[in-house]
């Protein structure tokens, strides 16, 4: 499966002059939620990454996503694993399960977002299973951001990564794009106008 060619059909996979939340510049930015907006592609998606999870042995009693990003690759994912879905959520800045999910002592947790870049979100999301006595067996993501290391692929991950090197994260691909400091950005210098994404509401 092409899942480059299902972004960019779906013009999830954005070109142009994009300032990231990070300050840095960059001439790609990735938008999975474009994707998703057609649930054929979600089914299809997670149906590739349930594949990956289940021939690596994983056993799985229920996909856990952050809020808002990964709640639809999660609930898709769970649906292609068989199992339940829940979600984490931000409450005044801070991740908290609510909405009277529960997780049992012992039970198998996959944390699934629709992409991963530094896995920030999917780390907390993981603490507080760990608090609450599950054991996270997982993490997933329908796009690699390439600063972590996905399952089956040996290259290493970049000092950004905030995944835990001893839980096997999954991914159906990378998306490594060129950053730059604004100092040293070769669009800026042929004055194009960088755009930050949601500005014009496409975040
Ligand atoms: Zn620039």
Redesign the pocket.
């Known amino acids: 499966m092409d899942i480059r060619k299902i972004y960019e059909d779906a013009g999830a996979l954005l070109s142009g002059?994009f300032?990231l939340s990070s300050g840095n510049?960059s001439p790609n930015y990735l938008q999975s939620a474009k994707v998703l907006e057609d649930p054929k592609k979600g089914e299809l998606l997670a149906k590739e990454l349930a594949k990956l999870i289940q021939s690596a042995n994983i056993k799985v009693d229920t996909v856990c996503a952050p809020a808002l990003g990964g709640v639809i690759a999660g609930y898709e994912l769970a649906r292609a694993l068989g199992v339940r879905s829940i979600f984490v959520e931000r409450k005044e800045g801070v991740m908290q399960l609510r909405r009277g999910f529960e997780v049992k002592k012992g039970e198998k947790v996959l944390i699934c977002e629709d992409i991963i870049t530094t896995g920030g979100s999917a780390l907390e999301a993981a603490k507080i299973m760990q608090k609450m006595g599950a054991e996270v067996v997982a993490f997933a993501a329908l796009a690699n951001r390439g600063f972590c290391k996905r399952f089956g692929n040996n290259k290493e991950p970049k000092k950004e990564c905030k995944l835990p090197a001893d839980i096997p994260f999954f991914a159906l691909a990378d998306f490594e794009f060129d950053i730059?400091p604004?100092s040293n950005?070769?669009?800026?210098k042929e004055g194009?106008p960088?755009i930050k994404p949601g500005s014009r509401g496409n975040n």
């Open positions: 002059h300032l510049h730059y604004p950005c070769p669009l800026c194009i960088a």
